[in-house]
Nanobody, 124 residues
Framework: QVQLVESGGGLVQPGGSLSLSCAAS????????MAWFRQAPGKVREFVTS????????IYTDSVKGRFTISRDNAKNTMYLVMNDLKPEDTGVYYC?????????????????WGQGTQVTASS
């Protein structure tokens, strides 16, 4: 079992920045990949970004490329997301996701564990 706890959401004006963290605990295994998904009101959950165990393989959805940066600190079992130049369309609940294994993926079905979510709102 793995527990994930997100933190760092909030309200920011368009063009502003926020940072999210996701701390993993429990049986995280010898290798794992992690990701961020988000869900806007009335929409399905969508992939945002993911990172491999070594941090050398990252994937970003096109709409956040150049604005969001994912990273991780394996010594702390923590993943981070720095979000710059936030837009109203970035608004939603952001979920941390975890899967065993080295490789990362955009496929939500491959992630076995999920956090409770943290709200991000970009609005004036």
């Amino acid at each position: 079992q793995v527990q994930l706890v997100e933190s760092g959401g909030g309200l920011v004006q368009p063009g502003g920045s926020l940072s999210l963290s996701c701390a993993a605990s429990g049986h995280t295994g010898l290798s794992n990949a992690m990701a961020w998904f988000r869900q806007a009101p009335g929409k399905v959950r969508e992939f945002v970004t993911s990172i491999s165990f070594g941090g050398d393989n990252t994937i970003y959805t096109d709409s956040v490329k150049g604005r969001f940066t994912i990273s991780r600190d394996n010594a702390k079992n923590t993943m981070y997301l720095v979000m710059n130049d936030l837009k109203p369309e970035d608004t939603g609940v952001y979920y941390c996701a975890f899967k065993y294994g080295f490789q990362t993926t955009e496929d939500a079905a491959r992630y076995a564990y999920w956090g409770q979510g943290t709200q991000v709102t970009a609005s004036s």
